[in-house]
């Protein structure tokens, strides 16, 4: 699970947060379920993250902000 900027020309700007595959099933199950309590344990901090990732755009720029989101592990890295 990670966040990232995304653009092709920096006239729209997306904050995309990546929630990874599931190992078994079906991906549209996987991504419209509801989040697991393992999941939810660390919903907050992701969320926090990813407020912080806009504040870092207003005020650093989208590239210069890019490269320091693009840069950080992902806050999870296992998924169910």
């Known amino acids: 699970w990670s966040s990232d900027v995304c653009s092709s020309d920096l006239s729209f700007l997306r904050l995309r947060v990546g929630i ?7 991906v549209s199950d996987y991504v419209l379920a509801n989040f697991s ?3 939810q344990a660390w919903l907050d901090d992701l969320c926090r993250l ?3 990732d806009v504040v870092t755009v207003i005020t650093q720029g989208a590239r210069p902000a890019m490269n320091t ?12």
Do not use: C, N, Q
């Not at 989101?69 to 890295?77: E, K, N």
């Open 37 to 39: 309590s393992d999941e």
């Open 20 to 26: 990874g595959r599931p190992r078994h099933g079906s």
């Open 50 to 52: 990813a407020a912080d």
């Open 69 to 80: 989101i693009h840069a950080r592990p992902p806050l999870v890295t296992s998924t169910p």
